[in-house]
């Protein structure tokens, strides 16, 4: 079968590899039917992020079972399937409050690259989620949005503890920002402040719920919205970018007492415990708990409430992988759907 | 009239000093019950926090209302009141919120010194309450309590998100720890777990509501409180210290998707984003926002619910003050009572 692999900064190949087998007996082995370029793989991609070696990519994956081991009791061959991008037993501890990317047997699925014509999935059973039915062509797009940047979006909110009436700002305005932006509004926001400054994506931001759009970064950005909410801050921000810039934006933007939920991978990020004391603002991130969310999400686009799948502003055969790199780290695109 | 004035670290003098007046029609002036001294001022004391000059010194007092300006409603002389060592109108939207020690007006009383005689209030109507009527003698000791480390110690609970049946540490075993044993325990905890090396210190946390004490510090006191919840952390942790390695033992002995609430002022605190991403850990912190527990914490204390008061280990008079720190610096006395 063929599949990604970064060789080196900038340099993706799709190239032919092994196909996956089952390796433990709680693997299952799925058919590729969608997958797509995440933000957080461009640190690597622009070389922030080492590559020492070729690895195979992605880590964003929907499709049909082909296989399952022996210890996979409610997994089935031929349903179609949703999962986070970290493996979960889904019955540890830390699963069982609802943090299932702490998961104690956790694994990496993207480690094996999920780029591919074909994925070997560990812990099958806690990992992935079956969709009632074989899914409409038209919703592949948004399911294949929640097995990260929509869960991911959706963690921001709760971390943040998004409350209906709020003031939710959104700092970031990639796939996983816009998705922000449609959790907070699920979850009842009474105002929605994107920032961002760029035209398409803002628009889809106001499509979303956004209910004001700041064009401002940075301690102007910060003023802007202290302005926007009678000087204290909004109550819930959400940081979906992870600089030390954009962190600081969220922290201060946000009023005492209010929320941050951060779900950009940190880079850099150094947090003064003093401000952190004085500021009031209650802080928690961390990879989204995906598997927590998956349930609800599933039914949140099947039956039509949400579209996150508009995210997906390019399509391109899985073979043109690497041009759907290109044109996210340009900026051309907001995020690359692949198809096998 | 007299007061403590902090001239140098070590150096505590108990003086002549004018008598407060009201400056403000919004003041109130007291007349001083009992006073105390704090943890936090020991940074002072010790020379963490520079001393530039001769300074009143503390800031948490109950007293009888003496006098009061022109645009104060609520507040009557005679009246019993306690008040937090922020001022607070209680009106603006931070008061509002309940963090009242992030009012848009607040003013540090203790920038007047609280060891003293007599005592000038801002903002009297937000800032005091008054008992129901003159309390007796034994509860000035708890409702002192509830002027600063007893309301810290329930905002540690509070930031926490302390539920029933939670799993709690304590870190930190001063007056504030002890009080946040208390907290804990009111908000339902099913194992508080407090984490000290002192004998007596263990002895009032017990009686307190402590059901484990924890001897381990940093790195094995984290391996320890691990080792006691099947191997992922305490629920909610609670940091009532403010030492750099003090907080990465509260946020490393707290579970994936666990709180820990941070009361200890910090010093030289320097939190990583990425590990605390990676935590999937909560935080808040902050000066303890007092006014909006003292209603509840004045009924707790006079119905016999709770007895912070015990906190207090050694009285004197509030003329032997310079004492009073030595004790503290000395760990000697857990907390001292001074009585004008």
Redesign the interface.
């Known amino acids: 079968m063929r599949g990604a692999v970064i060789h080196a900064p900038g340099d993706v190949r799709f190239e032919e590899r092994p196909h996956p087998k089952i390796i433990n007996p709680t693997d299952a082995v799925i058919r590729t039917a969608a997958t797509c370029v995440c933000g957080s793989d461009l640190w690597d991609y622009r070389g922030i992020n080492p590559v020492d070696q070729p690895t195979p990519f992605g880590h964003e994956y929907v499709g049909v079972v082909e296989e399952v081991g022996s210890d996979v009791k409610t997994i089935k061959p031929g349903q179609f399937v949703i999962g986070s991008f970290f493996a979960s037993d889904n019955t540890c ?2 699963c069982r ?3 299932q ?2 998961c ?1 047997h956790r694994e990496f699925v993207g480690a094996d690259g999920c780029q591919a014509e074909y994925i070997r999935i560990p812990l099958a059973d806690g990992t992935l989620v079956a969709t009632p039915e074989q899914p409409a062509e038209e919703h592949i797009p948004s399911l294949l949005a929640c097995s990260d940047v929509m869960g991911t979006g959706w963690y921001a909110a709760v ?1 943040a503890e998004v409350r209906p009436g709020d003031t939710v700002a959104v700092v970031g305005d990639g796939a996983v920002g816009l998705c922000a932006v449609i959790a907070a509004k699920e979850l009842g926001a009474g105002r929605i402040i994107a920032m961002s400054r760029h035209e398409t994506r803002q628009k889809l931001a106001r499509e979303y719920g956004a209910t004001d759009i700041v064009t401002e970064r940075g301690e102007e950005g910060v003023a802007r919205i202290k302005e926007m909410t ?3 801050g909004a109550d819930r921000v959400l940081e979906c970018v992870g600089t ?1 810039e954009s ?1 600081h934006q969220a922290l201060r933007a946000t ?3 209010g ?1 941050v939920g ?1 779900v950009g ?10 401000e ?12 989204a ?1 995906v598997r927590q969310f998956l349930p609800d999400l599933i039914d949140r686009v099947l039956s039509g409430r949400i579209d996150p799948g508009k995210v997906f502003d390019l399509t391109l055969p899985l073979e043109r992988v690497a041009e759907g790199y290109r044109a996210m780290d340009e900026r051309r695109a907001i995020k690359t759907l692949l198809l096998p």
């Open positions: 501890p830390n409050n609802g943090y990317t702490s104690l971390a009678g000087g204290i030390n962190m009023r005492p007492g929320n951060f991978v940190p880079h850099g990020v150094a947090i003064d415990g003093e952190l004391f004085y500021s009031h603002v209650g802080l928690r991130g961390g990879p708990p």
